[in-house]
């Protein structure tokens, strides 16, 4: 299992919380910043352990737990999405 941060996360709204990332022990949640005091919230497969702990802490619960073969293809379609 990874996690996986939905539409949902108020980060990208300009919504300061970063629950999730206090929460992670493997430091596998970062926040890119956008500009405009936004942050995109991104989890890197490689380093989250699938622990789950960064989920309910979430205030909106945009963060779910998917079978890592799940999201490889969710973000395959989303990358050929971008270049078509």
Do not use: K, N
């Amino acid at each position: 299992m990874v996690a996986r941060v939905t539409d949902a996360c108020i980060e990208p709204r300009g919504v300061a919380c970063r629950r999730c990332g206090e929460a992670c022990d493997s430091d596998a949640i970062r926040f890119r910043p956008m500009g405009g005091g936004r942050h995109a919230t991104l989890i890197d497969p490689e380093l989250c352990t699938g622990c789950g702990a960064c989920s309910p802490v979430c205030p909106v619960s945009a963060i779910t737990l998917v079978a890592a073969e799940r999201l490889a293809l969710v973000e395959g379609i989303a990358e050929l999405g971008r270049t078509s």
